[in-house]
């Protein structure tokens, strides 16, 4: 029995499957999403208006965070939630917390992030994506879930960029970096910083936030392209504007494509409309069961 609900209509893509990822890969840009076609009631420009964004809180959780996100605050970071042994929860356990969360960084949207999990999914999966990628725009900020355990907003969420070089004045609010102790580190303020040109992005070291984590959590159960997804969907200062290609080396730029396609869904599908969850529970069940255990560990 298919899982899809049945008032929605099979996909082109669920009709005549594409043979393999390769195939697929090869249609990219054949399907890249207009962003228009995804914005409901708005126009793509209307997105991420960071000059009058909607909520005060916007610019002071990226003063914040542009304060504290230091390299060594990043270190201490990984150090302390990449062990995963705080707790282990079902997905379900931990798409209810979501539910309570607004992101204070976000000027698009009021919605819970559940609700906002499922929209973007829900975008990937009507224009026939594959499976896992659907899958990918559920999970892209279930690494949230950091609030949980009691970290603030501003290290949590919000646009992502490297820590230990200097900071583009590509990135939102870039005014606001000048309080951050880094600054006085002249190790820090060239471009290359602790890094070397063509390093890879692996070897990179970027704001500490739900992207790392989600990664971390995730990178034993889905394909390459949907990791990158994960981790470097914050990160608009590189795949919208390209402000750190130096640090790039050619697996980031191939794999970024994959960013650049994500994207959109993230960012446009965002609707004051939530979604019919009683609709789209058994097929995401179906879903999550597939690829992931029963318990993921935190």
Not at 107 to 120: A, E, K, N, R, Y
Not at 270 to 279: E, I, M, T, V
Request: glycine share 4%; charged share 25%.
């Amino acid at each position: 029995m298919s899982s899809k609900p049945a008032s929605t209509p099979l996909s082109a893509a669920e009709i005549n499957p594409l043979s393999s990822l390769d195939v697929w890969e090869d249609h990219l840009l054949e399907r890249y999403p207009d962003p228009e076609s995804i914005a409901n009631g708005k126009t793509a420009d209307e997105f991420r208006n960071y000059e009058s964004p909607g909520r005060d809180s916007v610019r002071e959780f990226y003063r914040l965070n542009h304060t504290f996100q230091t390299y060594s605050f990043v270190q201490e970071k990984k150090a302390e939630f990449l062990r995963f042994d705080r707790k282990e929860m079902s997905v379900w356990d931990a798409f209810q917390f979501l539910n309570q969360l607004v992101d204070d960084s976000d000027p698009d949207t009021d919605l819970d992030q559940f609700q906002h999990l499922l929209q973007t999914s829900e975008a990937i999966r009507a224009d026939g994506h594959p499976d896992w990628m659907v899958l990918a725009g559920l999970f892209h900020d279930m690494g949230k879930v950091l609030c949980l355990f009691g970290e603030p907003q501003w290290a949590v969420v919000g646009d992502t960029f490297p820590v230990g070089c200097a900071w583009s004045d590509k990135i939102v609010y870039p005014e606001y970096f000048a309080a951050n102790a880094d600054v006085s580190d002249q190790r820090y303020q060239t471009p290359y910083g602790v890094y070397s040109h063509g390093c890879g992005l692996r070897n990179v070291h970027l704001s500490w936030g739900h992207d790392e984590y989600v990664y971390h959590m995730m990178k034993d159960y889905l394909p390459e392209p949907a990791l990158y997804m994960l981790r470097y969907h914050s990160f608009y200062s590189q795949h919208r504007e390209a402000a750190y290609d130096h640090l790039m080396d050619d697996h980031d730029r191939e794999m970024f494509k994959w960013v650049r396609l994500f994207n959109p869904y993230d960012l446009y599908s965002k609707s004051p409309a939530p979604p019919d969850w009683g609709q789209l529970r058994l097929y995401y069940e179906e879903l999550v069961g597939k690829y992931l255990p029963e318990k993921i560990r935190f």
